[in-house]
């Protein structure tokens, strides 16, 4: 995207980006610009701080950090910065995600993540086009209108059950 990104994707793996990818797809049906970018909590920690450190003043407003097993990314990430970051817990083979999930939300008091259901990459999309719209006119229309089109269809496919 050429225009400034105000979403930050990142992910402990490109392993994570089959999961990540819903939210970078919820971002374009807005016109958010996003970037998307591999940042180990474990393999890469200096770079981890570097981007979270960084992240404000180069004009992001909101992080989407996803990761799996110790899923330490988003956490770490939101200690360092000041700007809202969203966890996506993503499921391994083993422990189905449950380790990611309880690695994510436990979150000590004073260092917040929102964090979405596991593999829940599209609401993660979708949670920081709202956080975005609060104070966007455009965006907040664009979710109305959203929220009205899933409305619709839920009732279009009601009526096809009435077929
Ligand atoms: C985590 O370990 C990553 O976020 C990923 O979910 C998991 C496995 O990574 P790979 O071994 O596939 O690189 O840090």
Not at 13 to 36: G, H, I, K, N
Not at 50 to 70: C, F, N, P, Q
């Amino acid at each position: 995207m050429s225009e400034t990104p105000v979403v930050g994707i990142v992910m402990g793996s490109d392993s994570d980006w089959p999961m990540m990818e819903p939210a970078a797809q919820a971002l374009r049906e807005f016109d958010v610009p996003f970037e998307a970018h591999v940042v180990s909590a474990h393999r890469t920690p200096r770079r981890m701080l570097d981007y979270a450190e960084s992240a404000a003043d180069r004009g992001l407003r909101v992080v989407i950090a996803g990761a799996g097993g110790a899923a330490h990314l988003p956490g770490m990430i939101a200690a360092a910065t000041p700007l809202p970051v969203i966890g996506v817990p993503r499921p391994l083979d083993r422990l189905d995600g449950l380790d990611s999930l309880l690695s994510i939300v436990q979150m000590p008091a004073g260092v917040p993540v929102a964090t979405v259901s596991i593999g829940g990459g599209r609401n993660a999309g979708l949670l920081a086009v709202r956080i975005l719209a609060a104070g966007d006119d455009r965006l907040r229309a664009a979710v109305t209108r959203f929220q009205a089109d899933l409305a619709e269809s839920v009732l279009a496919r009601d009526d096809a059950l009435q077929d």
